[in-house]
């Protein structure tokens, strides 16, 4: 699929051409010091270049797919946005796991970071992803998204998520235990929903494939966390693995986004992201070939 360069150059809308009565020299709508001539070679230039595989999965995180009416031209790229709401919230939360100056309590302090970073930004990229026609970064944002809301959510006491499992009478029973095995079981699909992501991803770039791989060990560590803690048994040992696995995605998504951004403003600098495009053809490519 031919893709258009318009995340690398500045093509223009508008140009009047040359004024043959009156002899004036045609302008540029926005930058009027442009020639006709150069604002003409400008669109051809802009209309022939093509973005290659690996660097089509930089930008979108996504197997190249027909987008009709050239779409991708008139909205920006809104990837790096929602990388931000995820690497601003998992972050921290990365080292609250692990304890880092004395930090605990699933980083309760951090709920509107949830909310704000992980749910809105998310969510609001991985709509922005759909408008563009990219269904897998669409559904992951989207996902992730739900994930943060649903997480803030809990730890926020206006929701009654704890609250809801305090007895009537305290001295019949606990609270706690059956909290966390319920809470434990999210975790749990949660990772599954990684694994998904993980194999399909295979279809992108190493950096993608390799977050999910990680992901779904953080995610069984939580739950086994929750799960230990429905016994009355504290597992510092297994949350300080989740947040030093959720650490390492942490670093893996920093890069991602910095690649992101670079490409995004034609950056001379071409980090490598681990193309797999090429390894797994897709079933279209297969018949073409058959």
Partial sequence: MTTNAQNYADVEKDHAGHDSVNGNRGYDLHHDHHDADTALKRMRTAGSLTITPELFEKIYL??????????????????????????LSLTPLSNILMGWRGSGGLGAAEVGVYYFFGGLLMVLGGFLEFILGNTFPFVVFGSFGAFWLTFGA??????????AYQPLEPETATSAPQFNATFAFFQVYMGVLCFVYMIVALRTNLIFVMIFALL???????????????????????????????????????????????????????????????????????????
């Fill in 62 to 87: 996504s197997p190249k797919n027909q987008v009709s009416n050239n779409i991708r031209s008139t909205f920006g790229n809104p990837t790096p946005l929602a990388l931000v709401g995820f690497l």
């Fill in 154 to 163: 809990t730890l926020t006491p206006f929701y009654n998520a704890a609250i």
């Fill in 216 to 290: 779904v060990p953080a995610f069984g560590c939580l739950a086994a966390v929750f799960f230990q803690a429905s016994k009355g048994i504290v597992a510092t040992n297994i949350q300080t693995t989740a947040g030093a696995l959720t650490f390492v995605v942490c670093l893996l998504g920093w890069y991602l986004f910095f690649v992101q951004l670079l490409a995004a403003v034609d950056f001379p600098l071409n980090l490598p992201v681990g193309d797999l495009s090429g390894y797994i053809k897709g079933a279209s490519e297969r018949r073409k070939e058959a």
